[in-house]
């Protein structure tokens, strides 16, 4: 697994791509577009581009990572 370039959700920027997804969770871009594209992820739809706002993609990795 990569290790993620942020230390805190703080140095995000409000809304993230699946390169900024990828990095974050340390996984190749490839899973971040797979991820992006399941059902229950926080994603919006802009044309053609999928986007993440920062608060969403907080309360989803809580949620899934926290125990």
């Not at 797979?34 to 993440?52: D, T």
């Amino acid at each position: 697994m990569k290790k993620s370039i942020y230390q805190s959700y703080d140095d995000l920027p409000l809304f993230l791509n699946a390169e900024l997804v990828a990095k974050v969770l340390g996984v190749a871009p490839s899973s971040a577009y797979e991820l992006m594209h399941e059902k229950g992820f926080p994603v919006i739809r802009v044309g053609n581009r999928l986007i993440v706002p920062k608060e969403k993609f907080r309360e989803w990795v809580d949620s899934h990572f926290s125990k």
